[in-house]
């Protein structure tokens, strides 16, 4: 039985080994007659034979006989004729919990250079989501650590929630705080599109020694080719999956998705799809789905996903903002004007929502966080006549309270970088602060 096996593997095996040649490179695309391959597999071209160094490439698609391919990294060595290798496969990094208190590359490789990653495994980087009707629901709430978050927009295992926000408005160290202080067995951290010189500032001083212990960072700077900004994404959301299937509960935190749009942009424009709003192809918003798609609940365990939401200039209807807002269970909004104001976090729980906290918070809590949002809309609906001194104490029973309570409100939004929060404390100050049943 054992030698049957055996024999039909080799006969399985193709011996043989399918080749092309490079006809033409335009910017960032690569065009080669043959070899035999198919969309999303890897090829290996060799350079220039004095350097007799290889280049990893992607098909991405065809055009008449030709083999348009992506490069995952610069391709200053490749010259005419150069021979194309079909590998046979599509991109697979290697997992495994060697892997955690690591940074890695797109391609699962460790930043660090001494560094030696054992008992490892191949895992492919592109899979298909969850089969609906195996996800099991969510209905239990995750400690986050962000006292406004676990209070007004509790998060349940496995929701997958957007972070909106312009530039320099806190989202680096909202992602640190989070990774820090949950209640996930392991983070994965994917920093797409990001300064070379803010990776390590996020690193040492966002997440931390401590932080980092449980981590996996995976690293795709702006400077890299557009392919390696995609497959960075993939690759963080492959090694969720793998923890995701061992029964880990994962925190899944990209940063950002809109610079994995804007690298699938490149990519669609350089093959040839018209652009569309914003100069964004169809392939954006095909993709975004199946990524995003991917995190959430199974049988095994389950990914509570993070992803942050680049607005520019704050306008939260742009293109992949109102994509991403319509796939995700909840949205929390950082202001710019509330982080002016010196509020940290700076989270508009009135413009954020967690579409699952009804099903993870009891009743008790939610009724506070109920109360809780009452008075601040009602004080920010009557902020210009509060402020001009045109209200007159007395006039609204409402607005009273609003404004009895509202520095105390703002004194429990807001939180130290380094002040760890537990849920079950926090939850149980916002019951203290607001009352039971209305009594302070």
């Known amino acids: 039985m054992y030698v049957s096996h055996l024999m039909d593997a080799i006969d399985d095996i193709d011996t043989y080994k399918r080749y092309g040649k490079i006809v033409r490179v335009v910017g960032l695309m690569i065009e080669s007659k043959g070899p035999e391959a198919s969309v999303g597999e890897v090829c290996v071209i060799h350079s220039s034979p004095k350097k007799d ?7 991405v ?31 697979q990094v290697k997992v495994g919990r060697g892997m955690v208190g690591q940074v890695l590359d797109s391609l699962g490789r460790s930043m660090y250079e001494t560094a030696s990653l054992k008992g490892l495994r191949p895992y492919p980087t592109d899979q298909s989501p969850p089969n609906p009707l195996s996800r099991p629901p969510i209905e239990e709430p995750i400690q986050v650590g962000v006292r406004s978050i676990d209070t007004l927009l509790t998060v349940g295992k496995g929701q997958r929630v957007g972070i909106f926000a312009g530039s320099g408005v806190g989202k680096s160290t909202l992602m640190g705080m989070i990774a820090r202080n949950s209640g996930a067995d392991i983070n994965v951290i994917a920093l797409i599109g990001e300064r070379g010189r803010e990776v390590r500032e996020f690193i040492e ?21 557009a392919l390696m900004r ?40 350089a093959t040839g799809e018209p652009p569309t709003t914003k100069g964004y192809t169809p392939s954006v918003f095909a993709i975004l789905p199946k990524l995003l798609e991917r995190t959430g609940t199974n049988a095994s365990g389950s990914i509570t996903a993070f992803y942050t939401v680049l607005v520019d200039g704050d306008d939260m209807n742009e293109p992949i903002a109102d994509t991403v807002r319509g796939i995700l269970d909840g949205h929390f909004v950082l202001d710019r004007k509330l982080a002016e104001q010196g509020q940290f976090p700076a989270i508009n729980v009135l413009k954020s929502i967690s579409r699952v906290m009804n099903h993870v918070a009891d009743k008790e809590h939610l009724e506070a966080a109920v109360r809780m949002r009452n008075l601040l809309a009602t004080y920010e609906e009557n902020q210009e006549l509060i402020q001009i001194g045109a209200y007159r104490k007395g006039s609204s029973k409402e607005v009273d309270e609003a404004i009895q309570y ?20 926090a939850v149980e100050q916002l019951i203290q602060l607001v009352g039971r049943g209305g009594q302070g």
């Open 230 to 269: 995609i497959k960075g994404a993939y690759t963080a959301t492959a090694i969720s999956e793998y923890f995701r299937d061992l029964g880990y509960d994962v925190n899944l935190m990209m940063d950002s998705v809109t610079r994995v749009a804007m690298a699938q942009r490149e990519v669609g424009l």
């Open 406 to 425: 509202h520095p105390k409100l703002i004194s429990f939004l807001k939180q130290g970088t380094h002040e760890p929060v537990r849920n079950v404390e």
């Open 205 to 225: 001083r966002d997440l931390g020694e401590e932080g980092l212990k449980k981590s996996i960072v995976v690293v795709a700077t702006s400077d890299q080719p």
């Open 61 to 91: 698609g065809f055009s008449e006989e030709k083999v348009l391919l992506m490069p995952y990294s610069e391709i200053t060595d490749i010259s005419p004729g150069c021979l194309v290798e079909a590998t046979g496969d599509p991109l």
């Open 53 to 59: 160094e290889t280049i990893l490439a992607e098909v």
